[in-house]
Each structure stands twice: as structure tokens, then as C-alpha cells.
């Protein structure tokens, strides 16, 4: 299963650490993973990874099409403390079409959620 966590650079090199300490090596984590002109190329790539490795992946991003086009699982952390995170289930199929209209959905859903849209 692939999950995205929506989060600080911070947060990313503590969970890297704490994965690495306790020797996950079946584990990828990865934090905004390309430029914008490389990024379909590097999202297209960590999918082939997930599909054919069979890894737990842990990407760090801000991008919410990112993060719905190649997670099963989205975790919202929010920026006030003492306020409890949302995971919310991403159960479209694969492989994901940016033009589906459930992907669609998902994505104001999600915007909804951060209170952007």
C-alpha cells in the first residue's frame, strides 16, 4: 500500500530517520520528488516502483493530484496543534486517469478538506 503524508520538510527527515533506524529497507519515502517539467515523469516512475517492487512508499507532499493520483491512503495533518489528523481512503483504481471524473472528485474533496476550495 502507498501512503501520502501532507507535511514539513521537518516531518519528512524524522519519519525518513526513524524508518531508517528501525531498518525498513522495504520502505521508499521520498519528499517532493521532481522539478514541475520532470514531475508526471517521476510520479509515472514511483508507480511502476510500488506496482512491480511491491514496497510500502511514504511520500511527503503538498501537491493534492500527486498525492490522489499515487496514494492509497492520504494522511492531513493540520497546522493547528491539538488538532487531530485526517486520513482519508483514496479507493480509485488503478491506473489512475487525472480526467476520470472520480479522480476529479477526489481532488475537491480534498480541497474541501484543507479548506481550499
Known amino acids: 500500500m502507498t501512503t501520502v503524508i501532507l507535511t514539513t520538510r521537518q516531518t519528512f527527515q524524522r519519519v525518513k530517520s526513524t524508518l531508517q533506524f528501525l531498518g525498513h529497507d522495504r520502505i521508499v519515502v521520498s519528499a517532493k520528488p521532481a522539478a514541475a517539467q520532470t514531475k508526471p515523469t517521476m510520479q509515472e516512475e514511483l508507480a511502476r516502483i510500488w506496482r512491480e517492487e511491491k514496497v510500502a512508499m511514504i511520500l511527503v507532499t503538498h501537491d493534492l493530484e500527486e498525492a ?50
Not at 490522489?68 to 491506473?95: C, F, H, Q, S
Request: charge should be positive.
Open 68 to 117: 490522489i493520483y499515487l496514494a492509497d491512503r492520504v494522511l492531513v495533518l493540520p497546522n493547528e496543534k491539538g488538532t487531530v489528523p485526517r486520513l482519508i481512503e483514496v479507493d480509485l483504481r488503478r491506473p489512475r486517469d487525472r480526467s476520470d471524473p472520480q479522480f476529479v472528485e477526489m481532488w475537491k474533496r480534498l480541497m474541501t478538506e484543507f479548506g481550499l476550495h
